[in-house]
């Protein structure tokens, strides 16, 4: 593995892992006041447009990645669509 | 261009587009109390190693959908960082 290759996976784990604080803050607080609900379609989308594109290319990783992303979009999404209009 | 790769840049425009909305969101409410300021840390790290990798890669769609994420990335952070501790 090249250090191109590293930097890649180091990318992937950011952009992926990044997901896992606000999925945990999300569900801990309940507090959905600050998201955009169209944001987080869109990034559920994406995600699941980009694990298709992955399992099309044969790429492992793209699914992987984008596998776990949109499973933590989707329940941040179903938290922001199902909270009820309160302050948080 | 084949299907695959109309796929491939329907995510990346989902995906990359998605921080439209959270950035303008926060931009217009000052609202950032449910974001997660460690999440917004990786993922302006993250888009950061991305056009790194992008740039080694000599790869210009990579390049830009994160250089254009990684910049909305940095607006958000900053908000959430700057906000005051205020109810929102």
Known sequence: ???IQILGLVAAFLTTGANLPQTYKVIKTRSTKSLSALSFSMLFLGSITW???GIY???????IANGLAGSLHGIILFM???AKNTKS
Chains 1, 2 share one sequence.
């Open 51 to 53: 694990v298709i594109y």
């Open 1 to 3: 593995m090249d250090y």
């Open 80 to 82: 922001k669509l199902t």
């Open 57 to 63: 290319r044969n790429d492992i990783p793209v699914m």
